[in-house]
């Protein structure tokens, strides 16, 4: 899927997170801080990049905490499409892909999880060239949707909010203008 959204048929693999242990980490980190903004910061897993290419362009996934309300805000970009997946809610232009979904994390962590969402935002810096259609945010958000569903299994939210395989059609009159 990922040859399709890059638009190339080889990429390398930077990984920022080498290890799943690593990413849950600094994600519970993320959340124990969640009141104190400067003490967040968005966590990067991975990023792809075309072979051959001089690092000019890419595919980067971050991982954060967000506010409730920062998944209701308006897109600022025009032709943005918007999406509802299995309970989680996107967005995606050309070059970038947002998804927000619900992770009820256990234990103590259960309680600070249920006022916020887990946000993946990915940029898609590689030159897609000209877009004539919305198929390539639709393919976009489909490998957003399924990284974050391997996001929310190794963080182990006890919702298992994207269980389910994505069926990604845009809300009708969900476009930016």
Same mark, same amino acid.
């Given at each position: 899927?990922?040859?399709?959204?890059?638009? &190339?048929?080889?990429? =390398?693999?930077?990984?920022?997170?080498?290890?799943?242990?690593?990413? %849950?980490?600094?994600?519970?980190?993320?959340?124990?801080?969640?009141?104190? !903004?400067?003490? &967040?910061?968005?966590?990067?897993?991975?990023?792809?990049?075309?072979?051959?290419?001089?690092?000019?362009? =890419? *595919?980067?996934?971050?991982?954060?905490?967000?506010?409730?309300?920062?998944?209701?805000?308006?897109?600022?970009?025009?032709?943005? =499409?918007?999406? =509802?997946?299995?309970?989680?809610?996107?967005?995606?232009?050309?070059?970038?892909?947002?998804?927000?979904?619900?992770?009820?994390?256990?234990?103590? #962590?259960?309680?600070?999880?249920?006022?916020?969402?887990?946000?993946?935002?990915? *940029? /898609?810096?590689?030159?897609?060239? !000209?877009?004539?259609?919305?198929?390539?945010?639709?393919?976009?958000?489909? /490998?957003?949707?399924?990284?974050?569903?391997?996001?929310?299994? %190794?963080?182990?939210?006890?919702?298992?909010? #994207?269980?389910?395989?994505?069926?990604?059609? *845009?809300?009708?009159?969900?476009? *930016?203008?």
């Amino acid at each position: 899927m990922l040859h399709t959204v890059i638009r &190339t048929k080889s990429y =390398r693999t930077d990984s920022h997170l080498p290890r799943d242990q690593r990413f %849950v980490e600094r994600m519970e980190e993320n959340l124990h801080n969640i009141a104190d !903004p400067a003490a &967040t910061y968005a966590v990067t897993a991975c990023s792809y990049v075309p072979t051959g290419q001089a690092d000019v362009g =890419r *595919a980067t996934i971050d991982f954060e905490w967000v506010t409730l309300d920062d998944a209701k805000k308006k897109p600022a970009e025009k032709d943005t =499409r918007e999406y =509802r997946l299995n309970g989680a809610t996107g967005r995606s232009d050309d070059v970038t892909t947002d998804l927000y979904v619900q992770c009820l994390m256990p234990g103590e #962590l259960k309680e600070p999880s249920r006022k916020v969402l887990l946000h993946t935002g990915a *940029a /898609f810096t590689v030159n897609l060239g !000209p877009v004539h259609d919305h198929h390539t945010q639709d393919q976009q958000m489909d /490998f957003v949707y399924r990284m974050t569903r391997k996001a929310t299994e %190794v963080l182990g939210c006890e919702n298992k909010p #994207l269980e389910k395989d994505p069926v990604v059609k *845009a809300v009708a009159g969900g476009s *930016a203008s």
